[in-house]
């Protein structure tokens, strides 16, 4: 292990005052965009998954999966991913997450079919999505 571990020590030092870490997160991060920017998604996502059912056509489902994760990505970007404790209560990031996995649980399978069928039309050896794929979001069936 020589060469290949550093230890440190920490300790309190008197005469620095402290401050709650709540103070430390506003003065350290400008959170209203990245607030405003999951409160949008939730509002432009939020009625589309009352809408999905079984009926949607896989290149429809193929166009919202699209359409989601290129809007979650954009939302969740700037975000510094704080742990939860330190973010304001009801912190909308969590329910963006949460209607972005909903709507992937009901959209992956019709548009992964629509993505095979049209690369096989190409190239019949495609292969099926990766054991990797099916863990994103906590995980798919």
């Known amino acids: 292990m020589r060469g290949k571990l550093f230890i440190c020590q920490v300790s309190e030092l008197s005469q620095v005052r402290t401050r709650p870490l709540c103070d430390l997160v506003e003065h350290g991060w400008d959170l209203k965009p990245v607030l ?3 409160q949008h998604f939730i ?3 939020g009625s589309l998954l009352r809408q999905l059912d079984d009926a949607t056509e896989p290149e429809q489902a193929f ?3 699209t359409l989601l994760m290129h809007a979650f990505r954009r939302v969740q970007l700037p975000d510094p991913l704080l742990p939860l404790e330190l973010l304001p209560k ?3 990031g969590i329910a963006a997450y949460e209607l972005c996995h909903q709507i992937d649980q009901r959209t992956y399978a019709s548009a992964g079919q629509y993505l095979l069928a049209t690369l096989r039309r190409e ?3 495609i292969a099926p999505a990766t ?3 099916y863990r994103r979001f ?3 069936p």
């Open 36 to 38: 405003q920017g999951y």
């Open 63 to 65: 166009v919202i999966r």
């Open 90 to 92: 009801n912190w909308p």
């Open 138 to 140: 906590g995980g798919l």
């Open 123 to 125: 190239d019949d050896a």
């Open 131 to 133: 054991p990797d794929f």
């Open 43 to 45: 509002k432009q996502f």
